[in-house]
């Protein structure tokens, strides 16, 4: 069984920047690629970011592309989601997930190990 656990919300106003953090126990991380997705009230969980096993590859939801990164640290067990430029309407709890997939799919569906959640508040 994979754990996740996230942390690093918090508050921020517009225009800053938060860094989330995913650190899993349990199992090995880098058997899987890694996502992040997030749930607004009345909304569904969406795709963020995702991540492939060796890290070569990534892809985001056109919402953050060029505001967000998504990195991972296999020898820390930890994948990461560096939040720029940080909107109102960024806000929601944000989930890491974990897939034994070889692809990234944005589908959550394909993610069978979740977190908690964080969340993430971008004041106007």
């Known amino acids: 069984q994979l754990q996740l656990v996230e942390s690093g919300g918090g508050l921020v106003q517009a225009g800053n920047s938060l860094r989330l953090s995913c650190a899993a126990s349990?199992?090995?991380?880098?058997?899987?690629?890694l996502g992040w997705f997030r749930h607004t009230l009345g909304k569904e969980r969406e795709f963020v970011a995702g991540?492939?096993?060796?890290?070569?590859?990534?892809r985001y939801a056109d919402s953050v592309k060029g505001r967000f990164t998504i990195s991972r640290d296999n020898a820390k067990n930890t994948v990461y989601l560096q939040m720029d430029s940080l909107k109102p309407e960024d806000t929601a709890v944000y989930y890491c997930?974990?897939?034994?997939?070889?692809?990234?799919?944005?589908?959550?569906?394909?993610?069978?190990?979740w977190g908690q959640g964080t969340q993430v508040t971008v004041s106007s």
């Open positions: 349990g199992r090995t991380v880098g058997n899987y690629v």
């Open positions: 991540i492939a096993r060796n890290a070569t590859s990534t």
């Open positions: 997930a974990a897939s034994s997939n070889f692809f990234i799919h944005a589908d959550r569906s394909d993610y069978k190990y």
